[in-house]
Structures are given as structure tokens and as C-alpha cells.
């Protein structure tokens, strides 16, 4: 009888705490004063999801948490009000030849470690912890990797390029392929999508627009000048977010080969950009370069955590508490 209470209190607990939440879409706002900008995340929720096991890499798309993914690339404004903010400044590029440089449109031209950098200012400026830890330096430094002696409250085994107490980050391969791909209701109990507009057949390519199943790409019938702006960059996926095929390119904070534990290492993007063919667009095709280093369509799109701090117990700490539980029930059993 002792032991069936302990259990049921202990699943009680357990229960309470990490609960399949689906939150709403999130708007925050950075900076101040004429330099204030606000960014839309919707909810990628349905935590533990299966893995998918015939895109690239293999697998990927599990994620065992809810987290955030910006409805929108990160635009030019955003990032020249970042550069207005703080003496950093990221280098864009310049659109003259491919539509112009309105300021709606993605921000491209970016290396991996300037995004980065955008991140963490979205933390910092907002009272939060860096998200990639940087030395004092240029703003196209590699970063290094967090630390277990010296950053032991930022470190994570899993992950050294990421804090653990970050709010915003680049999202990971596992992440941004959930948000592009996933759907938990396809085949009546989740499934992925060949392209990132709920679809497995060739979105059309358009110039603009946000009709289902669109993409700015290019066809033999349509040849793209340049990117759309960020709010009007085709079909949703699943999780309502713009532009994931097509538009531009976008960074992944993970490393090509998936082990974070090389700061110089190839970081990998994907999604294809105006000028690339639908065959960019699917989950079975990304790439990667150095992450100081970039090219005319790359731009980035910013992840988040759904909860703050986003923690839910880990193994080891659910264990310390259901002994020290334990404990305590104990110690009241033998009183009686």
C-alpha cells in the first residue's frame, strides 16, 4: 500500500509538470525607441515526436520539447536596427541586381556567426544569457564552446555551441526540420511532408503571395528577380510558417556532420532560396559552409524556447526528487 502511494504521487507529479502544451503564436518586441522592431513565433508543439527515417539527414525532426520558430525570416530592418543598437554591425548583402533592398526583405549575406550574434542580442537586449558564447573580438569571430568547468550553468553535454539558459537561438536540424516537415495529424498518427507546404507534390512557384502550397522558387516558366519580402513568402507549414521552402536559404545552428564540437566546423542550411529549383525545397537536400563565410542568398531564421526557463526535469533531477520524496514519505511511515 506504501509503495502504490509513493508510485501514484510520484505519476502525479509527473503528470502535472510536463504536460503536451499547445500555446499560442508569441510576439515579442526588441530594441528601443526608433530602433524597436517585433518578431511573430508560432508554437512547433507536439514534443517526442517520431523521428523521420527517409529524409536527410537520417533521422531527424524529433524534438522532445515545444519550442518557438519564427513565423518569418529575420528581415533587413531588423538586423540595421540591431546595427544601430550596439557597436557590432553584420554586413548585408547588397540586392541592387536581385529585386533591391527594401527593407521587408530577408536578410541575406550573413554568416553563421553573425546570425549568432543577432541572437544573442535578442537575448541580452531582453534581460536574458547569450545563447553561443563569443570572445571579444570581430563580429565574424568563431564562437567557442561552452564550458563544464567555466560556464557550468550554460553547458550542455549534448550541445557545447548552444547555453542552456538561452531563450532565442538559431534553430537546431532537428528543429527547423520539424517545423518545416512534421505534421502530427498526417497518416492518422504523424508523418512528414516532402516539401514545407504541407505537401508531397511541387508547390507552385510564385513571385509572392501566401496561398497554400506556393513557394518563391524558380521554374523553367517562372525565373524569380529576387526574394520576396519575409510576410509574403508562400504557404505555411503545419505549424503556420512562412517561407521555409524557398525565399532564402537559412542558417542551422547544428554542425554538418552533427556533432557541435568544432567552433570552425561546416555549419549546415537548407530550404533553397528564389533562384533554386523545387528539388532545393525538400527534406531530402540541405548543404553547408564555414560559418564565417557566406553567400548573396543565406539569410536566418531565429528559434526559441515555448517555456522560460524552457527546462523540463531531466532524468537525473526527476530522480533527486522522487528519492528526496521517497524520503520524506518514509521518514513519516516510520513515525507512525
Known amino acids: 500500500m506504501k509503495t502504490r502511494l509513493f508510485l501514484t504521487l510520484a505519476a502525479t507529479w509527473w503528470t502535472t509538470i510536463s504536460p503536451s ?6 510576439t515579442s518586441v526588441f530594441g528601443t525607441g526608433s530602433n524597436q522592431f517585433t518578431m511573430v513565433f508560432e508554437t512547433v508543439g507536439n514534443p517526442g515526436n517520431a523521428a523521420h527515417n527517409s529524409g536527410v539527414p ?20 531588423m538586423v540595421n536596427k540591431f546595427n544601430a543598437s550596439q557597436h557590432l554591425s553584420i554586413n548585408l548583402q547588397d540586392m ?13 549575406g550573413v554568416t553563421w556567426n553573425e546570425a549568432a550574434r ?16 563569443y570572445p571579444n573580438g570581430n563580429v565574424n569571430d568563431n564562437i567557442l564552446l561552452w564550458d563544464p568547468i567555466a ?14 539558459r538561452a531563450k532565442y537561438f538559431l534553430p537546431n536540424h532537428n528543429e527547423w526540420y520539424k517545423a518545416a516537415y512534421y505534421d502530427p495529424n498526417k497518416n492518422g498518427g504523424g508523418g512528414y511532408w516532402l516539401y514545407p507546404t ?26 524569380q528577380v529576387g526574394p520576396a519580402d519575409v510576410t509574403n513568402a508562400g504557404g505555411l507549414s503545419v505549424y503556420n510558417i512562412m517561407g521555409m ?28 532560396d528564389w533562384s533554386s529549383t523545387h ?13 564565417s563565410n557566406f553567400d548573396y542568398n543565406i539569410g536566418f531564421r531565429v528559434g526559441g524556447y515555448a517555456d522560460d526557463p524552457p527546462k523540463v526535469p531531466e532524468p537525473s533531477s526527476m530522480a533527486m526528487v522522487l528519492l528526496g520524496v521517497s524520503g520524506y514519505l518514509a521518514r513519516r511511515w516510520r513515525r507512525k
Open 151 to 164: 560556464n557550468p550553468a550554460d553547458y550542455d553535454p549534448n550541445n557545447p555551441f548552444r547555453s542552456r
Open 58 to 77: 537520417n533521422p531527424a525532426g524529433s524534438v522532445g520539447y515545444n519550442f518557438l520558430m519564427g513565423k518569418y525570416e529575420v528581415s533587413r530592418d
Open 279 to 291: 528539388h532545393f525545397l525538400r527534406n531530402v537536400n540541405w548543404s553547408s559552409i564555414e560559418p
Open 21 to 26: 502544451v499547445t500555446l499560442a503564436a508569441v
Open 198 to 223: 504541407q505537401s508531397q507534390t511541387q508547390p507552385t512557384a510564385v513571385i509572392g503571395g501566401s496561398s497554400p502550397n506556393t513557394a518563391v522558387y524558380t521554374t523553367v516558366s517562372l525565373s
Open 96 to 108: 541592387t541586381a536581385y529585386g533591391g533592398n527594401s527593407p521587408n526583405k530577408p536578410a541575406t
Open 245 to 272: 521552402g524557398g525565399n532564402a536559404y537559412e542558417w542551422q545552428e547544428s554542425a554538418f556532420d552533427l556533432v557541435n564540437d568544432d567552433p570552425s566546423e561546416q555549419r549546415s542550411f537548407r530550404g533553397g
Open 118 to 133: 543577432f541572437v544573442n542580442w535578442l537575448n541580452t537586449s531582453s534581460g536574458g544569457f547569450a545563447a553561443y558564447r
